[in-house]
C-alpha cells in the first residue's frame, strides 16, 4: 500500500477553479492507476476521474467532463486534479486513491488519503 496526501482544497466563488494535488509520503505513487473521488453531505462517494500508471487514459464522470482535468506528473510523484467552472454542486470532499488500474469504481482502490475539503459558494 501507498500512503497519499491530498492537497489545494479551499473555498472558491461559482465559476471559479482550483487544482487539487495527491503525492505520495513515503513511498511512491508512479506505479498505480490514481482516482479521485467526492464525498458530499448526505451523499455517497462518487467517482469523479480516474488516470492510469502511464498517464495514457484518463477518465471522467459525465457531471465533471468538460470542466476537469486529470494528469500525472510522475518525475514529480504527484496526480493533479485541475477544477474549473466550479458549481456549488461541486462542494465536497475529495478524496485520492490508489489502485492496481483506472477505475471509476471505489472497490478498485487500496490505498486512499484523508480528503481535502472543496467548498463552492459566493
Known sequence: QVQLVESGGGLVQPGGSLRLSCAASGSTLRYYAIGWFRQAPGKEREGVS???????????????????????????????????????????????AAGLRATMTSGGYHSWGQGTQVTVSS
Open 50 to 96: 480516474c488516470i492510469s500508471a502511464s498517464g495514457l487514459s484518463a477518465y471522467y464522470a459525465d457531471s465533471v467532463k468538460g470542466r476537469f482535468t486529470i494528469s500525472r506528473d510522475n518525475a514529480k510523484d504527484t496526480v493533479y486534479l485541475q477544477m474549473a467552472s466550479l458549481k456549488p454542486e461541486d462542494t465536497a470532499v475529495y478524496y485520492c
